[in-house]
C-alpha cells in the first residue's frame, strides 16, 4: 500500500487513495460498469421481515468464491474483462490477491448501507478489502466498537480505500442516505474468499 494515506491505525488499518484513477477513465469506466453488470435488486430477511435492499448489487469472482451475508447466497458471475483488469489494478496497489468483488449501485441519496462488519467466515480473520468508488461522492462512515470513535471519509469518483487488520472485529462501517444526493455511484469492493478448497486468495503478492 506505499503512497496510500494511512487514515485509521488503531485496531485495523484503513488506508486511502483519492486519486486512484483520473477523472476521464474514471467516467469511462463508469458508464461501462453501469451498462456491463447484471445489477440486481436483492431481498433479506431480518427478525423475520422480508427487506429490500437500498441499493442494487452484483457479485462477480473466480468459480468457487461464493459468498453468503444477510442470509442470501451469493454465486459469482464471471469476471467481466473490466473487472478483472481492475482486480489487477488494485491488487498491484494494495499489495494483496482478490478472487471476487462485490458491486453496489447507489442510484442517488436515498440509497444507503446500514451500520455493519464485513467479518463473513467466508473472509476469514483478518480480510483485506479495497473499495474503489466512481460517481458521485459519498460519505464513508467507520465506529469503534469500543470507544465510539468516528471518523468520516469522503469517497470520491475514482478514490480507492482499502481496510485491513482486526478492523472488521474492531469496527463498523455504513453509507448513510444523503437526500440531496441526485447522481448515482458504483461502489466495487474487491474481496478474498476462502473457497471451499481452503484457498484464502488473500496472501500478499
Known amino acids: 500500500m506505499d503512497g496510500m494515506q494511512i487514515l485509521i491505525s488503531e485496531d485495523g488499518e484503513v ?65 467481466t474483462g473490466t473487472l478483472h483488469k481492475l482486480k489487477a489494478r488494485v491488487e498491484a496497489r494494495v499489495g494483496g490477491r482478490f478472487n471476487s468483488v462485490l458491486g453496489n449501485l447507489y442510484r442517488n441519496g436515498q440509497d444507503s448501507m446500514g451500520w455493519h462488519a464485513d467479518k463473513e467466515p467466508e473472509l476469514g480473520p483478518l480480510p483485506l478489502i479495497a473499495s474503489l468508488s466512481l460517481g458521485a461522492t459519498r460519505v464513508f462512515k467507520l465506529k469503534h466498537n469500543r470507544s465510539g470513535r468516528i471518523v468520516e471519509i469522503p469517497l470520491q469518483h475514482g478514490s480507492l480505500l482499502c481496510m485491513a487488520g482486526r478492523l472488521q472485529q474492531c469496527w463498523k462501517h455504513a453509507v448513510p442516505r444523503r437526500p440531496g444526493i441526485i447522481g448515482e455511484r458504483i461502489n466495487l469492493t474487491f474481496r478474498a474468499i476462502v473457497t471451499a478448497n481452503g484457498v484464502d486468495a488473500a496472501r500478499t503478492v
Open 15 to 79: 488506508s486511502f487513495d483519492p486519486d486512484f484513477i483520473d477523472q476521464a477513465e474514471a467516467d469511462a469506466l463508469f458508464t461501462r460498469l453501469r451498462s456491463e453488470l447484471a445489477w440486481n435488486v436483492e431481498h433479506y430477511t431480518i427478525y423475520g421481515r422480508q427487506v429490500t435492499a437500498p441499493r442494487l448489487v452484483c457479485w462477480y469472482g473466480d468459480a468457487g468464491a461464493n459468498y453468503r451475508y444477510s442470509g442470501v447466497d451469493h454465486t459469482p458471475r464471471q469476471w
